[in-house]
Each structure stands twice: as C-alpha cells, then as structure tokens.
C-alpha cells in the first residue's frame, strides 16, 4: 500500500493496527514500537501474547519503560515461535549449562594455579640451601617437595597408611 501522505495528512497504520485491520488512532500505544515496516514483530508478539494482553501491558508502564518492555516481549516471542516447548527458556539453561562448564574450567585453572605457586615457593629455599649446584630433578629438595606434596594429600585421604605406598611407588 503506497498511501504515504495522499490522503489528507492520514498516515499510514503502525503493523499492530494493519494486521488488527484497525484505525491507527494519533495516540495508537503500539505505533511507537511497531512501525509498518515490521510487520513481523507484531506478528510474533500478537501470536503469542494477544493483542490486547500487549496493549494492557504496554499502558500499565510509565512512557520510558514501553520501549523495554516492547524489546523483551518481541525477544521472548521470537524465541516462543522458534522453539514452541521451552521458548527463550532452552536459551537461559544453554547459557546456564555453558556458565557451568566455564566454572568448573575456572576451579580447575585456579588449582593448577594455587597447586604451582605452592610448588615453587616450596622449591626456592631449598635450592638455595643446596648452593644451587644440584639440577632440581634430582637433587633432595625435589624429594622434600614431593614429600611436602605427598602429606598435604595425604590429608585429603581417610586414615589408610598401606594407601601410602601404593598411590605414590610409582
Ligand atoms: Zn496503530
């Protein structure tokens, strides 16, 4: 419909009132967030909301937080339409289940972290202590390490001495 301005001053319906074959009032609460080149914004919304259940919506809010709520109702029925059972509800658990995963890769780095701090703060005053002239693979001080490491493990463990040699022989 190319009715841009030929009528007397009369503009063209917002996509609300074009697809409820309304009159688009001056004062139209949808025309504001529904332009008629979006035709499918309405669609979608309408669908899934109901036209009037919008309008309520929409004329309960102050002017400043229409526009807000117009973008979260289109999102939402968008993702309603796309996936009818879980709607933007299979989006917010994806993204749950990815802040999951993250977090346990974030634990497991700051472990590696905390595990190597250790490691060499326990490594550098013993290498001092031995003149430095040892290589740190075999001299004492790894041993102390590995024994240091062995009892803070060992912690971890439920008192089970014969565990000892058997977890850390090899
Ligand atoms: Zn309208």
Redesign the pocket.
Known sequence: MKENGRKQGAVS??????L?R????PD????PY?PADEPQKFANVHRVFGASNVNKMLQELPMHQRGDAVSSMVYEANARVRDPVYGCVGAISSLQQQIDVLQAQLALAQAEVVHMRMRQYSDKPRVDHHQGTSSPENSPSSKIVSSQAKSLFMDMVVDQPNMEESLWSC
Request: aromatic fraction near 12%; charge should be positive; glycine fraction near 0%.
């Open positions: 319906p917002c996509a609300a009132c074009k409820l309304r009159r688009c009032a139209c609460v949808f025309a529904f």
